[in-house]
T-cell receptor, first 115, second 112 residues
């Protein structure tokens, strides 16, 4: 049972480059989300999706795009990388939205450095 | 705006000690509160989830309590072991937005 799988685990980019962080879950979860974790800031919600074809913004969406074409996959795209986007990115999923009491399942994270 | 605070930021205890981690939140309009464990270089693992109508949840040596009116939750770890060393985060699901708001975590070290 793979759970939530994130790729790559590590990435170094130059300012201005674009890239896509991949997230896949095999639990048939409706709700998926992306967080970034920064020292002293905790985890902050970037974007989330309540089902295929539906996405919405979280607390810190600027500079990121998402799409949800299938239930399983929820990629996060950095359009033009900036040093402020250096962070650890986590993808999470749950059977339904967090507001109805379902525990969140997290991937192991992608550690991203922007030079 | 919901804010979640965890005190202390770090804690070091000898093996076998019982300990309490604290989490406070500013807005009592929550669906639930979750406690997570994070090991270095890893993602978060859900430990306990307490619905807003519940007072506590237990799993093995872990017991989490919730006092919504005072905006507080505690995670009690009994008979701590070196394997309990990790960062513990609490998060509340806001009933206004349905989104999780995280505290910054307490890093626990249990010394053999």
């Amino acid at each position: 049972n793979a759970g939530v799988t994130q790729t790559p685990k590590f990435q170094v980019l130059k300012t201005g480059q674009s890239m896509t962080l991949q997230c896949a879950q095999d639990m048939n979860h409706e709700y998926m989300s992306w967080y970034r974790q920064d020292p002293g800031m905790g985890l902050r919600l970037i974007h989330y999706s309540v089902g295929a074809g539906i996405t919405d913004q979280g607390e810190v969406p600027n500079g990121y795009n998402v799409s949800r074409s299938t239930t399983e996959d929820f990629p996060l795209r950095l359009l033009s990388a900036a040093p402020s986007q250096t962070s650890v990115y986590f993808c999470a999923s749950s059977r339904v939205a967090s507001g109805v009491g379902q525990p969140q399942h997290f991937g192991d994270g992608t550690r991203l450095s922007i030079l | 705006k919901q804010e979640v605070t965890q005190i202390p930021a770090a804690l070091s205890v000898p093996e076998g000690e019982n300990l309490v981690l604290n989490c406070s939140f500013t807005d009592s309009a929550i669906y639930n509160l979750q406690w997570f464990r994070q090991d270095p270089g890893k993602g978060l693992t859900s430990l306990l989830l307490i619905q807003s109508s519940q007072r506590e949840q237990t799993s093995g040596r872990l017991n989490a309590s919730l006092d919504k009116s005072s905006g507080r939750s505690t995670l009690y770890i009994a008979a701590s072991q070196p394997g309990d060393s990790a960062t513990y985060l609490c998060a509340v699901a806001s009933s206004n937005t349905g989104k999780l708001i995280f505290g910054q975590g307490t890093t626990l070290q249990v010394k053999p």
